[in-house]
C-alpha cells in the first residue's frame, strides 16, 4: 500500500511542478492546426475513396458486358 501512495504522491508532485503546461493562446493554435490537418486528411481519403469508387464501377461494367 505504501508504493501506491509514493506512485500517487510522485504523480503529483511531477504533474504540478515539473511539468510545463501550454498557455491558453498556445493551446488555441495548436487546437487550430488539428483541425486543419485533420480536414487536409479527410478530404484526401475522400478523393482517394471517390476515384476507388469509380476505378471498382468502371471494372465491375467491363466484366458484365
Same mark, same amino acid.
Given at each position: 500500500?505504501?508504493?501506491?501512495?509514493?506512485?500517487?504522491?510522485?504523480?503529483?508532485?511531477?504533474?504540478?511542478?515539473?511539468?510545463?503546461?501550454?498557455?491558453?493562446?498556445? $493551446?488555441?493554435?495548436?487546437? +487550430?492546426?488539428? #483541425?486543419?490537418?485533420?480536414? @487536409? /486528411?479527410?478530404?484526401?481519403?475522400?478523393?482517394?475513396? $471517390?476515384?476507388?469508387?469509380? +476505378?471498382?464501377? #468502371?471494372?465491375?461494367?467491363? @466484366? /458484365?458486358?
Amino acid at each position: 500500500m505504501e508504493k501506491i501512495t509514493t506512485y500517487f504522491q510522485e504523480a503529483y508532485e511531477e504533474l504540478v511542478n515539473k511539468v510545463t503546461w501550454p498557455t491558453w493562446s498556445e $493551446l488555441q493554435e495548436s487546437a +487550430v492546426i488539428v #483541425l486543419i490537418t485533420a480536414l @487536409i /486528411i479527410s478530404f484526401i481519403v475522400l478523393g482517394i475513396d $471517390l476515384s476507388f469508387k469509380e +476505378v471498382t464501377q #468502371l471494372l465491375y461494367k467491363a @466484366i /458484365i458486358k
